[in-house]
Each structure stands twice: as C-alpha cells, then as structure tokens.
C-alpha cells in the first residue's frame, strides 16, 4: 500500500511539472510574440515621425522678398537672402532659390534666396524687396523731428536736415520739406526738411502792452519802445471811449525793430 501510494505521488509530481512547463513554453511563446510585433512598430512609427517633420519646399521664385520670406517661415523653414545685379528679373523679386521648388526637406531648413537688384538702382539696402520702385513722400510738415524722421526713413527714404527761424512753427517741429508730402519719389531718395528754431529773437523787440491806455498814452509807449503806432477807431461804451480795446500784435509778441503796433480806440457810437 505504500509503494502503491508512493508511485501515485510520482506520477502526480511529473504531472505538475509537465503542466509548469508548457505554461512557461507558451508564456515564452506568446512574449516573443509580443516582442516581435512591437520591433515592428518601431520602425513604422518612425517613418510617421519622419513623415510628419519634412515638408515640400514651396515655389517662391517671380515673388517680392518680403512675401518669399513669409511663406517659407508659415510653412516652417529659415530663409537668407543676397542680393545679385546680373540676374534677370524685376528688382526686389527673387530670381533662385536653394533648394528648389518641389524638394523635401525638414521644418527648419534654410531655404537661401537670390534677390534681383538691377545695377543703378541698388538704393534702399533697408528696403531690397522695393529697389527701384516708386514710394510716396509722406506729409512730415509741423512734426517733431524725431517723428519726422522715423516716418520718413521707415518709408524708406533718406533725410537732410537743416533749420531755420519761423513765426509759424514752433520749435523742434519741421517748418518746410522737399519734395512736398504726396509726392511720388523713387525709393532711397533724399528728402530735405528744416526744423524751426523758433522766433528769431534777434533784432526783434517785445510790443509793450498799452491795453487800457488813453489814444496818446499808448502812442507815447509804442514810440518809447522804437515802435510804430497805426490808431484805428472803433464804437465802445461810454466807460471805453478814448481808451485803446484791442491791439495786435499782443502785448509781449516779438516783432521786428521797425515793426507796427495797431491799436483800436474807442469812439462814440
């Protein structure tokens, strides 16, 4: 009974140990399974990756620079660009490109640009997509220098400057510029303008004041001062008859040595 039961264990065992040995040989199996689909997938989702980094490089050639180098950085490459006087093709557009239309490259490929400059035009290096083109001048007129300046340089012309005295224009602001604002000027021209220095206080005296005064006061002040005098007479009030109502220039104005002062009497109405 004891040899049988012994024998009955040793089946059992072998049994189980069978049972642990095709488990593991289809664990194994099923993991190298596993393990080979996976090494598939790899290079597939690589080529995907690839794939989605490379873009076709687009046709810029025939357009303006600005616009060549807009649609190449949406599209997710650099650009660079040199200008060239021997090719064939309208100033400021791009005559070649490297690489060419049609190519697959990756995002952050520098596409290199050969922008037309025809020889003699070359004037504007701040604006190489419009050399030889037309610009109009802007009006700069009564601006501050600094702004004047700005807007005309950022239109792509240069500026001269000089200055000058001006009753009319307070100083710092541009009294006068040539060509006129509006016109039309070739691109890297020379705009002239002159920046007021403010009233020329040489030779020019201030007009006194003689609001108030009888006719002959005021004429006495105004003569004291080595002004002259030009009365005019105008209906007041009772209370304003005799006496100067207004005068021009105002009183603290400067005017020339051999300048006028008007005054306005009042008279009876």
Sequence with gaps: MSD??????DKRSKKNLLFALLFLLVLFIVLWLLWGWWQTQQPDAGRVAQAEETVVVPDVVGIRRAAAVNRLNILGFQ??????????????????????????AERGTLVRLTISAAPGRVDSPLFPENLGDEREVPNVMGWTLSTATNQLESAGFKVSVSEGYSDTFPPDTVMRQRPDGGTMLRIGSTISITISKGTQTVGRIPTPDVMGLTESAAIARIRAAGLRAIPTYQP??????????????????????????IIVVGVPR
């Design 4 to 9: 049988q039961s012994t024998a009955s264990e």
């Design 79 to 104: 650009a660079d660009y040199r200008s060239d006087t021997t090719v064939d093709a309208r100033p400021g557009d791009v005559a070649e490109q490297d690489p060419p239309a049609g190519t697959l």
């Design 236 to 261: 007041a009030d009772d209370n304003r008859v005799g006496r100067v109502n207004d005068q021009a220039p105002y009183a603290g104005e400067r005017i020339r040595t051999d300048g006028a002062v």
